[in-house]
């Protein structure tokens, strides 16, 4: 049945999408397949098969439909069905629920219904072949192959890295599921430097000292990481992608709390391993300079991570302290747990010394986020409504929600 799969490729072709992924190195592998099926408009209850999908089914004579009408009720979104043995090239077929095709955006939650279903169900198909150890996963596009692509490989990872077979590909996600004995300041700053070291001609990375945050005076964010034996590194990535060397950077500042105990204000022990991840906006931050140095992006972008552990300590800041941030400004610190507004506060006051296009910062600030909109959606505080108009319309086509908390 390699004919099947020529028909289906030679049509992707034509129509210049791929409508599910194909590699001729993998052919000879264990493979599974994952299509998608919508429900059909108004009170039927059959699906409405998708491109792929559909020329399989042909290229079977039917049985894909047959067996879909016959194993059971018609698949809802979120629900799914495993076939073996239907196709010699794929020993397993999952399909998927794709909920309605007309979906569309939805406005009380900003995003895009029908991706959002694509890139759920991909999901959960890619995960249920790889319970069954199928070593390649060939993906319907569904109409929208990004969506697709999204699901399917943030479905499937796994941090790996203390197994003896690693598979991880994801760096943001890498770094902040990496226990916090293994990914300490100085361990994050190495890492991000051995991953942009093959794009060193158009990439500088400086890995500032405790002796050059001493000089630079920001005594904010020396005052969090003084709890802990761990040293503080500040992070400065800068990406030249621009043939125009003097056009401004887009400058992005992460915060980089490699580890949260909240300080001298201890956290619940409860719950407080996820705090190794207090470092997210620092590993997405790093990430994207990753990434557009990789794609080589015609733009300048200068990124900033200030990474440091907030422990507690007969060294550590207590409740009441007042410091001095970098501007000059003094801060009492009512409680040592709101760490992240301080490490960040030096860090945007160096950010305007390169006099930006736009500074975007990204954190794990506060779970009164997570309160307000919950674990889909990101808050959002700005005081550009140009700038939040172009994360708006992004937001739209990319798998994160954000909401505006506050424009000032």
Known sequence: MLTVKRALLTAARTNQCRLFSASQSNWDARKGLVLGVYEKDGDSNG?????????????????????????????????????????????????????????????????????????????????????????????????????????????????????????????????????????????????????????????????RSQGWIEEQQMGAFLSVSKGSEEPPVFLELHYNGCPDKTQAPLLLVGKGITFDSGGISLKPSSGMDAMR???????????????????????????????????????????????????????????????????????????????PKAIVNAATLTGAMDVALGSAATGVFTNSDWLWEQLHKVTLLQLYTVGSSSSW
């Open 47 to 207: 699906v409405d098969l998708t491109a792929a999908a559909r020329r399989l089914d042909v290229a079977l004579s039917g049985k894909l439909s047959q067996l879909l009408n016959i194993s059971g009720p018609a698949l809802k979104k979120g629900k799914n069905r495993i076939f073996y043995g239907l196709h010699e090239d794929f020993p397993c077929v999952a399909v998927v629920g794709l909920g309605k095709n007309n979906a569309g955006v939805c406005g009380s939650e900003n995003w895009d219904t029908c991706k959002e279903n694509i890139r759920a169900a991909l999901s959960a198909g890619c995960r249920l072949l790889q319970d069954l150890e199928v070593t390649h996963v060939e993906v319907d596009a569904c109409g929208d192959a990004q969506a697709a692509a999204e699901g399917a490989v943030l479905g499937l990872f796994q941090y790996d890295q203390l197994k003896t077979k690693k598979k991880t590909k994801n760096l943001a996600r890498l770094l902040m599921e990496a226990p916090a004995n293994h990914v300490t300041p100085t361990v994050f700053a190495n890492t991000i430097e051995e991953k942009l070291a093959p794009y060193s001609e158009r990439v500088t990375v400086h890995k």
């Open 277 to 355: 991840a207090d470092m997210g906006g620092a590993a997405t931050v790093s990430a994207a300079v990753v990434t557009a140095a990789a794609l080589n992006l015609p733009i300048n972008i200068i990124g900033l991570a200030p990474l440091c552990e907030n422990m507690p300590s007969g060294k550590a800041s207590k409740p009441g302290d007042v410091v001095r941030a970098k501007n000059g400004k003094t801060i009492q610190v009512d409680n040592t747990d709101a760490e992240g507004r301080l490490v960040l506060a030096d860090a945007l006051c160096y950010a305007h010394t390169f006099s």
